[in-house]
T-cell receptor
Framework: SQQGEEDPQALSIQEGENATMNCSYK?????LQWYRQNSGRGLVHLILIRSNEREKHSGRLRVTLDTSKKSSSLLITASRAADTASYFC???????????FGAGTTVTVRA | NAGVTQTPKFQVLKTGQSMTLQCAQD?????MYWYRQDPGMGLRLIYYSASEGTTDKGEVPNGYNVSRLNKREFSLRLESAAPSQTSVYFC????????????FGDGTRLSIL
């Protein structure tokens, strides 16, 4: 069964707006990762946050992690048309060998 | 920078046929993975290889076999394809444990008629 669940399933925003998506998971983790998938392509790693971290930034991306609530959020600021993609959270257990993916959030950025 | 290369990109099979999906990585990674992606379900792990010479079952291994041929190559075999195996298959690789991301190929789109 999948560990992570993203919310919302789909999101449509205007170019320049911010996009926020959330991920909830069920069991304790070593780290949580966010990936992007453009249509017809493989997944591309965006950012990794470890269980002892609360917030992390990378360019226009901001990720938070709340281990007490078993949840994470991904914020994309000042969105662009090129940000149109599906976004997946993935959790790594203590052993850190395997990832468990959620079903993803599909983001559409309108010009 | 090739990264992770999957072949073929597309394939159509008839029920009962066999097929091997190939995956190769040039990043000297120890761990390699096979996933399937179905609409609305995200990625599900089929098999993985933590290091050369080892393979382990993932979440959905039934109907599949794998071979870690060497450090670079990890193949996935369907012995007798079924329509339920119609999916997009992704291979990934990763460096040593300790919070490393996985690197994905562009997938093989497989249809079983």
């Amino acid at each position: 069964s999948q560990q992570g669940e993203e919310d919302p399933q789909a999101l449509s925003i205007q170019e320049g707006e911010n996009a926020t998506m959330n991920c909830s998971y069920k069991t304790s983790i070593n780290n949580l990762q966010w990936y992007r998938q453009n249509s017809g392509r493989g997944l591309v790693h965006l950012i990794l946050i470890r269980s002892n971290e609360r917030e992390k930034h990378s360019g226009r991306l901001r990720v938070t992690l709340d281990t007490s609530k078993k949840s994470s959020s991904l914020l994309i600021t000042a969105s662009r048309a090129a940000d149109t993609a599906s976004y997946f959270c993935a959790t790594a257990p203590a052993s850190d060998y395997k990832l468990s993916f959620g079903a993803g959030t599909t983001v559409t950025v309108r010009a | 920078n090739a990264g992770v290369t999957q072949t073929p990109k597309f394939q159509v099979l008839k029920t009962g046929q066999s097929m091997t999906l190939q995956c190769a990585q040039d990043m000297n990674h120890n761990s390699m993975y096979w996933y399937r992606q179905d609409p609305g379900m995200g990625l599900r792990l089929i098999y993985y290889s933590a290091s050369e010479g080892t393979t382990d079952k993932g979440e959905v291994p039934n109907g599949y076999n794998v071979s870690r041929l060497n450090k670079r190559e990890f193949s996935l075999r369907l012995e007798s394809a079924a329509p339920s195996q119609t999916s997009v298959y992704f291979c990934a690789s990763r460096g040593p444990p300790g919070g490393q991301p996985q690197h994905f190929g562009d997938g093989t789109r497989l249809s079983i008629l």
